[in-house]
C-alpha cells in the first residue's frame, strides 16, 4: 500500500503502533486536540457517543479497548482524499475471554503537521463475528 500520503503514513503509523502496543508511539501521533471515534456512536467503549477527545481522553481508549487486545488490521484498500484517507478491511480483536473479527472502515484525518485530529472507525458491533 503506498504511503505517500500524509494522511495514510500517519493511519499505517497508528496502526503498526498498535499492534506493536507501543501507546505513547500511538498518542504522539495526535493532535492536543484530536477525536477518536471507535465506534462511532454510542458504544460499551463510548456511551455517551461523543468520541474520545483530547489527549487524555484518547490515552484512556487505549487503556480499555486496545491495551487488554491483540489487534490486527488487514486492508483491502485505501483512499486518501485532501487531508484524509479511509482504509477498508477487517480487524481483528483477541482477548483471553474472546476473539472476533469486524468488517470496517476507518478514517484519519491530519492537520499540516501531519499529526492525526480525527480517527473514525465505521463498524457494527451487530456485525462482529467470533473467530
Known amino acids: ?3 505517500e500520503h500524509p494522511a495514510r503514513r500517519a493511519g499505517l503509523a497508528s496502526q503498526a503502533a498498535v499492534r506493536a502496543k507501543r501507546k505513547d508511539e500511538w498518542l504522539a501521533l495526535f493532535a492536543a486536540n484530536a ?3 471507535d465506534p462511532i456512536g454510542v458504544s460499551p ?3 455517551a457517543g461523543h468520541g474520545h477527545l ?3 481522553a484518547i490515552a484512556a481508549f487505549w487503556d480499555l479497548a486496545i491495551a487488554p487486545s491483540v489487534i490486527d488490521f488487514r486492508w483491502s484498500d485505501s483512499f486518501a482524499c485532501g ?4 482504509f477498508t478491511g477487517t480487524i481483528s480483536s483477541s482477548r483471553p475471554e474472546v476473539s472476533v473479527e469486524v468488517d470496517l472502515v476507518a478514517t484519519y484525518r491530519v492537520n499540516a503537521a501531519g499529526k492525526i485530529i480525527a480517527l473514525r472507525a465505521f463498524w ?5 463475528r467470533t473467530v
Not at 124 to 128: Q, W
Open 1 to 3: 500500500m503506498p504511503t
Open 83 to 86: 487531508s484524509e484517507v479511509a
Open 54 to 56: 483530547g489527549l487524555e
Open 35 to 37: 477525536r477518536v471515534q
Open 45 to 47: 467503549y463510548d456511551p
Open 124 to 128: 457494527e458491533l451487530a456485525r462482529a
